[in-house]
């Protein structure tokens, strides 16, 4: 059964830097696209960004794009947001999520971002 573990959220002041882990097992994860999703209170599901099966090619939401960064290390079956000059607004529940073209689909359990002064 595939699984995902995120990891790395916490508090951080506005300016701030961190960097969320997603871990990855019981899946082929060469085969399968990973993106990030956040949810921040009171909103709905937010993309975040996505990076392809074999790294090759990337894509941000506007607000993420210049800040954060996706990445992925096949040999470990990890995946990365690093979110640099984090505002307030970033605030949210972020989520790992990978799926692949047979519709398999898993997520992670979330990890909470906190932006506050």
């Known amino acids: 059964q595939g699984q995902l573990v995120e990891s790395g959220g916490g508090l951080v002041q506005p300016g701030g830097s961190l960097r969320l882990s997603c871990a990855a097992s019981g899946f082929p994860f060469t085969e399968y696209v990973m993106n990030w999703y956040r949810r921040a209170p009171g909103k709905e599901h937010e993309f975040v960004a996505h990076?392809?099966?074999?790294?090759?090619?990337?894509l941000y939401a506007d607000f993420a794009r210049g800040r954060f960064t996706i990445s992925r290390d096949d040999a470990e079956n990890m995946g990365y947001l690093q979110m640099n000059n984090l505002k307030l607004e970033d605030t949210a529940v972020y989520f790992c999520?990978?799926?692949?073209?047979?519709?398999?689909?898993?997520w992670g359990q979330g990890t909470q971002v906190t932006v506050s002064s």
């Open positions: 990076i392809s099966s074999t790294g090759g090619s990337t």
């Open positions: 999520n990978m799926n692949s073209e047979d519709a398999s689909d898993y």
